[in-house]
């Protein structure tokens, strides 16, 4: 099942390395957003979308550029985005590589669809939200839109101007900038979709240097990074079976093993590999959905210590406070 809210750490390390360039200190923004330093070493990692949203907000306050997204396109180098970049360089043209950049999306970000079409003598790139993670729509798809007309002049060595923007987000207090940014003044904000028209006659425009070799050679690692994605880890299977199975009583270990077409003995060490243990993920599961039924007023402490499978509302009151370091009453009165 494909999840829709991760994006790639070193795209995350791209939107760092813009905010550096425009005077902002990058460790202490992705320690501002939960995120440790050491995490972001691995390229191949992934960052929730919630953090990265909140990325956004942090380095835009520490900027002070409120179009720090939308200049993404001339702060980085667009072949530093990782392996679709790469699959992307060495496609024998335009057409291709875009066809390229929309199938493989999911590996650069979870959270937005990115479809390529053709009519009338135009071409249409369509960038759709699917994530509810991402709250800033203005800087995921503008920083998006962005990256990809630089990419595209990149490839191909072609000053590619879009013949108009539909911009599924309202209008900032000023547009000066989209109109430099994109080198067009047909900006429709508040549209249907979020659109980049251009003529179609540039999508036959050849790829600079491409290599059908190196193409075969990164396209294979992309699919294996895009087959991990779509496949959720166990952990995660786990979870997912813990909540459909927490009806009053408590889920337990042979019940989602069952569900899992797995020995209770098989389970516990394919857990124990990915470094957790099934009370973790039924803790983890319970704490989340408990936090979540707080916040809801017509719920009571013992209704949710029921809907969480707890034998006695007691249980749920010392397992709660041994999660948070607070009482569910002392919570709700924090959160009210």
Known sequence: MHTGN????????????????????????????????AQLADPDGRVPLSAVQNLWREAIAATGDPYLSLRMGE?????????LA??????????????????YQDIVCEGVRTELHEADGLAELVLTITSPDIIYPQHALG????????????????????????????????????????????????APQTVMVLEARW??????????????LFEQHASTILEKLRTPA???????????????????LPAVADRLAMGVRTLQLHLKEAGVTYQQLLD???????VQHLRDPHLSTTDIAYLLGFSE????????????GATPKEYRIGVA
């Not at 939107?15 to 902002?24: E, K, N, P, Q, T």
């Not at 007309?149 to 000066?176: K, S």
């Open 284 to 290: 983890e599961v319970r704490r989340d959905l408990a």
């Open 6 to 37: 991760t994006l790639s750490v070193s795209s995350f390390n791209l939107i760092l390395y813009a905010a550096r360039r425009s005077g902002a200190d990058g460790d202490a923004l992705a320690r501002a957003v939960g995120i440790d330093p």
């Open 234 to 252: 166990l952990p995660a299977r786990v979870k997912q079976e813990v909540v459909s199975l927490l009806k009053g009583e408590e889920p337990t």
């Open 313 to 324: 509302p007691s249980v749920f009151y010392r397992s709660f406070k041994r999660w948070t």
């Open 86 to 103: 790469y699959v992307m360089m060495h496609c024998p043209t335009l057409r291709h590589s875009l066809q390229k950049l929309c199938q």
């Open 143 to 190: 920083s998006e839109l962005s990256v990809y007309l630089a990419a595209m002049r990149a490839l191909t060595g072609e000053p590619i101007t879009p013949v108009a923007m539909r911009l599924a987000y309202p209008a900032p207090p000023e547009t000066e900038e989209y109109v430099r940014i994109f080198g067009t003044d047909d900006l429709v904000f508040d």
């Open 75 to 83: 702060l980085i180098n667009t072949v530093a985005v990782g392996v």
């Open 203 to 216: 999508l036959d425009t050849r790829i600079l240097n491409a290599s059908p070799g190196l193409f075969q």
